[in-house]
């Protein structure tokens, strides 16, 4: 049975300050919806998404660095997403989230 309710999606998971908070809100396959809490400074290690995918800033601002590629540890583009808004990025792309300020981030993976 199902249990339906309105929620707000900032009060679903809090901050800690000794790692980045996640909590996944739905999943099928290599689709996922995440709800991640980053402290100012936190940084998400380099990682890949399966599949494309996009990040909503809910509250915050952060920092998503996109890697060159395998071979290089350079960095090909930066960008400062801030709250309210949306980052498109590609299945596999190696990336990096770092916290500019405490964020609360949806990521969804489509």
Known sequence: ???HN???LNELIEFSSENI????LAQNGNSMVILLAIK???VLS???SPVDAFVYVLDGEIEFSIKKDDI???IENKYIIKKEEIFFFKANEKHIVLGKKDSKLLVVRT
Do not use: P
Not at 21 to 24: C, F, V
């Open 1 to 3: 049975m199902i249990n």
């Open 6 to 8: 309105i929620k707000k």
């Open 21 to 24: 908070n996640s909590k996944i």
């Open 40 to 42: 100012k400074e936190q």
């Open 46 to 48: 380099e990682h890949t």
């Open 72 to 74: 290089s540890e350079k």
